[in-house]
């Protein structure tokens, strides 16, 4: 019987990023896109200079290892504990002491960290997109940036249409990780808008 696990390495520029992929747990099935993803997530959160930041729905820990580099601190909040346990195991793993990560429902415990204040949030929800408490509790947080990862255009539209009270999109980016499909990933950056 093997380890209990498949290991994974995404390359960047600036160096590479380990992973440990346990059966419950989850990580993009296309590691290529996935570095140019992650990639794009990492220069975003340079081009902002964010100090703290939240990954919510952060699974096994991919997006905020991949910007451990970048930011000072990271907090990844996953409803899936097998996906948290291999999260906090691949921040052992790289060495990244600036990164904490948190097992519970986003909706749940969002709130619990409304006082953080982070410069830039990460969302990657499931294809059903944020749940309405969680977007709630993002506009009242309201952090100066937020990247939204999607699988699904139908549930992003619905999520930006709600976000839009307080955010503009800055940016939007399509990665093909499913290439020959009709599957894509798509990257907003939003920004708050001044008061």
């Known amino acids: 019987m093997g380890p ?9 520029p600036d160096g590479s990023v380990d992973y440990r992929i346990s059966p419950h747990s989850f990580f993009q099935t296309n590691s290529l896109g996935t570095q140019v993803l992650y990639g794009l997530l990492r220069d975003w959160a340079r081009e902002v200079k964010a100090k703290t930041m939240l990954d919510l729905y952060c699974g096994g820990g991919g997006i905020a290892l991949s910007l451990a580099g970048a930011v000072a601190k990271i907090i990844g909040v996953e409803s899936n504990k097998s996906a948290v346990a291999d999260a906090k195991a691949n921040a052992e793993l790289n060495g990244s002491k600036n990164c904490d990560f948190y097992a519970g429902t986003v909706e749940f415990l969002l709130p ?6 982070p410069d830039a949030v990460v969302v990657d929800p499931p294809r059903a997109g944020l749940h309405a408490k969680a977007a709630a ?11 939204y990862v999607s699988c699904n255009p139908e549930s992003l539209a ?37 008061a």
Request: aromatic residues 8%.
């Open 4 to 12: 209990g696990h498949v290991t994974e390495t995404l390359r960047f």
């Open 112 to 117: 619990a960290l409304l006082d953080m204040k």
């Open 137 to 147: 509790t993002l506009l009242e947080m309201a952090p100066p940036v937020l990247f």
């Open 158 to 194: 619905r999520d930006l249409k709600v976000l839009g009270a307080r955010y503009i999109v800055e940016r939007l980016v399509c990665v093909d990780l499913f290439p020959h499909t009709d599957h894509i990933e798509t990257v907003a950056w939003l920004k708050k808008i001044p």
